[in-house]
């Protein structure tokens, strides 16, 4: 979005692609017209623009993310997402903001992790990263929340935190799991 929180068009979105070498075609409204009737939903087809542009920037980041940099370096250069995302000054955005990050990740290693060939590992990190993005839940919940009204919520939090909890035994079962391959070779 930009920073008056109007949704970019997905002629913008095209361009942008376009400029990341991620975008093969004219990038006018006809054409995007006729592609998103093939989503049967505009709004879908932008949201695939968009998932494109978001893989495509996060591959460029992955490949500049190993450059060498103190942590006070590499802290200013990653909070820069965050000051992209309009999340910067406010630490129940930011919080909502990672969480919906976590559940990003989350979900393909769920869909990973029905494969039996993946092993306890992925497992684990399954159990993890959704056992995470439930208590950024709780802490963005808990950060928005005023005590005076929002009783019920607040309340609510403490069943998501035991489905965390929930979640983090499993990680942790899966992990020892793991672990016993290791067993002849761990100290």
């Keep these: 979005m930009t920073s008056d929180d109007t949704p970019v068009t997905v002629e913008q979105i095209g ?4 400029a990341l ?17 093939q989503f049967d939903s505009p709004e879908i087809y932008r949201l ?3 998932n ?28 820069e997402q965050l000051k992209g995302a ?23 290693l769920f869909v990973l992790a029905q494969d039996p060939d993946t092993g306890p590992i992925v497992d684990a990190s399954a159990n993890a990263a959704e056992a995470l993005h439930i208590l950024l839940g709780v802490a963005g919940t808990l950060e928005e929340a005023d005590p005076a009204v929002d009783i019920i ?18 990680a942790l079962e ?13 100290p």
Aim: aromatic share 6%; net charge negative.
């Design 15 to 18: 361009a942008a692609l376009s």
């Design 21 to 37: 070498g991620a975008y093969e075609g004219t990038n006018t409204p006809a054409e995007h017209t006729e592609r998103a009737a």
């Design 48 to 50: 695939h623009l968009l």
């Design 52 to 79: 494109t542009l978001l893989g495509t920037v996060q591959a460029q980041t992955k490949l500049d993310d190993d450059v060498r940099l103190d942590g006070e370096e590499l802290f200013s250069v990653w909070m």
């Design 86 to 108: 309009g999340t910067w000054d406010n630490p129940a955005k930011q919080v909502s903001f990672l969480g919906w990050q976590v559940r990003r990740v989350g979900i393909p």
């Design 153 to 170: 919520p607040i309340l609510n939090q403490g069943v998501m935190l035991l489905e965390s909890r929930k979640l983090l035994a499993s």
């Design 174 to 186: 899966h992990t020892d799991t793991a672990l016993e391959t290791f067993k002849p070779v761990l």
